[in-house]
């Protein structure tokens, strides 16, 4: 089955077949404002991803406790709990630890919180108002990573029990 298929401005397709039925990656987008969510999916609907939304911190780390996100939009203020702090949560987790982080604020907010960012396990930063074109680009990198990811993991296994479970138990380490 083949969704929508579009060019995007990055070259890339936008909108790929989902392979031999596997599950659609999910991305998971958290703000606290509605009318953000509700953009951010009209610009990333498109593309053959499953969105997940959240409208807190709690809720974000609720979500990624029980599923698995190839990344994850995440606006840096909030109330409660704002964007910083879900970030350093999830890298105390070993299931969020990896999951790929670009953070979304506003213009002119200083290199103060990216640098709190970054070391909180951010890849990017993006401000608004954000380019649709750049965000769909970057979102693509990070699927076209996840699925080479899965596709490895995948051959991985294939090799047979040996390789795969020692690959899977952390056995099998990158040489120096």
Same mark, same amino acid.
Not at 160 to 168: L, M, N, Y
């Given at each position: 089955?083949?969704?929508?298929?579009?060019?995007?401005?990055?070259?890339?397709?936008? *909108?790929?077949?989902? @392979?031999?039925?596997?599950?659609?990656?999910?991305?998971?987008?958290?703000?606290?404002?509605?009318?953000?969510?509700?953009?951010?999916?009209?610009?990333?609907? *498109?593309?053959?991803?499953?969105?997940?939304?959240?409208?807190?911190?709690?809720?974000?780390?609720?979500? @990624?406790?029980?599923?698995?996100?190839?990344?994850?939009?995440?606006?840096?203020? @909030?109330?409660?709990?704002?964007?910083?702090?879900?970030?350093?949560?999830?890298?105390?987790?070993?299931?969020?630890?990896? #999951? %790929?982080?670009?953070?979304? #604020?506003?213009?002119?907010?200083?290199?103060?919180?990216?640098?709190?960012?970054?070391?909180?396990?951010?890849?990017?930063?993006?401000?608004?108002?954000?380019?649709?074109?750049?965000?769909?680009?970057?979102?693509?990198?990070?699927?076209?990573?996840?699925?080479?990811?899965?596709?490895?993991?995948?051959?991985? @296994?294939? *090799?047979? %029990?040996?390789?795969?479970?020692?690959?899977?138990?952390?056995?099998?380490?990158?040489?120096?």
């Amino acid at each position: 089955m083949v969704d929508r298929l579009n060019v995007s401005v990055c070259g890339r397709q936008e *909108c790929e077949e989902t @392979m031999n039925g596997q599950a659609r990656a999910k991305i998971l987008l958290v703000d606290d404002r509605p009318e953000n969510l509700f953009a951010l999916k009209q610009v990333l609907d *498109c593309l053959d991803v499953q969105i997940d939304t959240a409208s807190s911190g709690n809720e974000a780390l609720v979500k @990624m406790i029980h599923e698995d996100f190839f990344l994850v939009l995440l606006d840096v203020h @909030m109330p409660d709990m704002d964007g910083i702090e879900v970030a350093n949560l999830m890298q105390n987790r070993p299931e969020t630890r990896d #999951t %790929p982080i670009i953070f979304i #604020t506003a213009a002119n907010q200083g290199a103060r919180d990216e640098i709190k960012g970054y070391a909180a396990g951010a890849v990017d930063f993006l401000t608004t108002p954000i380019d649709h074109d750049v965000l769909k680009c970057k979102v693509s990198v990070f699927l076209q990573l996840y699925r080479k990811q899965q596709k490895l993991e995948q051959e991985i @296994m294939a *090799c047979g %029990p040996t390789v795969g479970e020692a690959k899977r138990d952390g056995l099998l380490q990158r040489s120096s």
